[in-house]
């Protein structure tokens, strides 16, 4: 079985309008969350109104390259590009143990 190797670090949290169209999984995707943890925040059982103020907290995915692990496998495993990585993370190369931000 496969392990991701990753964090979550979170980047910045604060208040949210709960606007027209919203839902928790559309605010979740927007903020790089999940659902369950706005439901676990802010004290939730169901969805919530228009016009509610939630507490959001963003999160970046970090991960911790494996020995052997190749950028393009790194890549393929987060859903992005090598090129997105490099150019996020200021580099052109990789190394086992580096922490690299995915999102």
């Known amino acids: ?3 991701l190797n990753y964090l979550l670090n979170e980047v ?6 709960v606007v027209k169209g919203d839902t928790l999984d559309s605010i979740a995707t927007n ?4 659902k369950r943890l706005i439901m676990l925040d802010n004290f939730l059982s169901e969805e919530v109104e ?3 103020v ?3 907290k963003c999160y970046s995915v970090i991960h911790v390259v494996n020995l052997g692990e190749t950028i393009e496998e790194i890549a393929c495993l987060y859903g ?3 090129e997105e990585i490099l150019s996020l993370n200021k580099t052109s190369f990789i ?3 580096m922490k690299l931000v995915i999102k």
Request: net charge positive; hydrophobic share 30%; no cysteine.
């Open 12 to 17: 910045k949290s604060g208040a949210y309008l």
């Open 80 to 82: 992005v590009t090598k």
């Open 31 to 34: 903020f790089n969350t999940t």
């Open 95 to 97: 190394h086992p143990y």
């Open 54 to 56: 939630i507490y959001v």
């Open 1 to 3: 079985m496969e392990r």
């Open 50 to 52: 228009v016009g509610s």
